[in-house]
């Protein structure tokens, strides 16, 4: 909910194009006054220089009463869509407002609309209705990235009637839009297992491992045809389907690298001025969403950790709990949309050796899909997550063109499935890859060792 603020002089008032142009005429006329001593030409130099004057003294005494609510359609933007941005402007006072001028603030990442005239606001104002206090303006607003941008406030211009002088006056608050990261939809297949089903089952089987003794219901219109429960169908003589699916609690686990500690160290040191986006960390975060939304779309609980601390949520404790439907893929992606960039690594160390060690010591039944998506770790994040592998079952880890050789072999060593991403158009092939069988290197021939001339060969 909007609630207008009062409204505050944003700049002092700036004379004009016209009035400059007034001010230099009025001071020539002056020197020509006092070259040939002519009173007439001084009268007329005189009002040159008051008249700008008088009109930048007429824009400061003049103070508005306005009113500014501000809506988003739709409130949630994904990147590089837009949203409509309406405003609804009213004139709390009893004088008509009138000869204004109109611009909302944004941030400089994006494209402001452009200036327009304020329709004239009043109960004496003659273009609208006799007693229309309010306007409606809209523009569309362009989101090129992911963030949340400050929308706001209004900035009013003011100028007196004959164009001498301006002053500007912001009017009301900021709003914040949030802008999410692209999702790209992916295949049905889930890491290394067939489908979603098979590895829900067998989360199934070890939580409940007297599930096949539930009661199976009707089949109903709509329902898969893998899930039809066939020792049931046969005894009942009509099709039934497996319900112990809804005792299952699945989950899912997505480690997003946010510190990137390997530009850190590499760098030597943090740039924290730099605010340019880093498209390694963005692609990170794009394919971090992709993922969160396809587990939960097939039923999943998703959680969403950082990789310099397992253990720790995307934005808040509560976010480290999981996300689940109905309202989690919401909440996912505006997690990822006000996740800032890069870090850095100082300091950012966290994950205690006893945190690391329960992790990586529970038990084989307690196994669950994990997904790291990797910018630039360096080797204390690789053995992180090596210490995390016992854990997850199947264990992907989708690596973009940052991610260094070195870690990439320390992590198929540990049995993890190293798939690259280099850029958005590889997600959704990606993450099909995860399907496929690894290859195997192909065995070489035992190298036989030379025999000497004349030496009958053993072999």
Known sequence: MWHPRSVRVATWPRLTRRG??????????????LWFDSRDVLVLAFVGIAMPAVAALFVA????????????????????????????????????????????????????????????MGPYESMLPSGDDTVRVEYRLRMPRRGVYPIGPLRVGIADPFGLARVDRDVGTAHEVVVTPRVTPLDTALGSAASVDGVLNGLQLRTHPNSDELIAREYRYGDPLRRVNWA???????????????RGDPEARIILDTALAGRARQAGHRRDADDSPHFGFELGVEVAASIGMHLLEHGYRVRCDRLDDPERGLASGESGAGYRLPGGDRLLLEDLARLDGPAGAAGA?????????????????????????????????????????????????????????????????????????????????????????????PSRPPARRPVAPGVPDAS
Do not use: C, Y
């Open 349 to 441: 160390r966290t994950q205690s050796a006893a945190g690391t060690h329960s992790a990586g010591s529970r038990g084989r039944d307690a196994r669950m899909p994990g997904f790291a998506v990797l910018v630039d770790p360096d080797e204390h994040d690789a053995r992180s997550l090596v210490a995390l592998r016992s854990s997850i079952e199947p264990a992907v880890v989708f690596a973009t063109e940052g991610v260094a050789g070195g870690i990439v072999d320390l992590l198929e060593k540990a049995d993890w499935r190293v798939v690259r991403v280099r850029r958005a158009a590889e997600i959704a092939s990606a993450w099909s890859g995860t399907t496929r069988p690894q290859p195997v290197a």
């Open 61 to 120: 005494l003049r103070k508005p009463s306005l009113a500014v609510t501000r809506r988003f359609a739709p409130p949630v933007a994904e990147a590089g869509g837009s949203t409509l941005v309406a405003l609804v402007i009213k004139n709390r006072s009893r004088r008509t407002f009138d000869g204004a001028h109109w611009r909302d603030g944004v941030p400089t990442t994006l494209t402001a609309a452009p200036e327009a005239i304020l329709p004239a």
């Open 20 to 33: 400059a142009t007034l001010v230099i005429v009025g001071v020539l006329l002056f020197a020509v006054s």
């Open 232 to 246: 049931a169908t046969a005894r009942r003589g009509e099709l039934m389907v497996r319900e112990e699916e809804q």
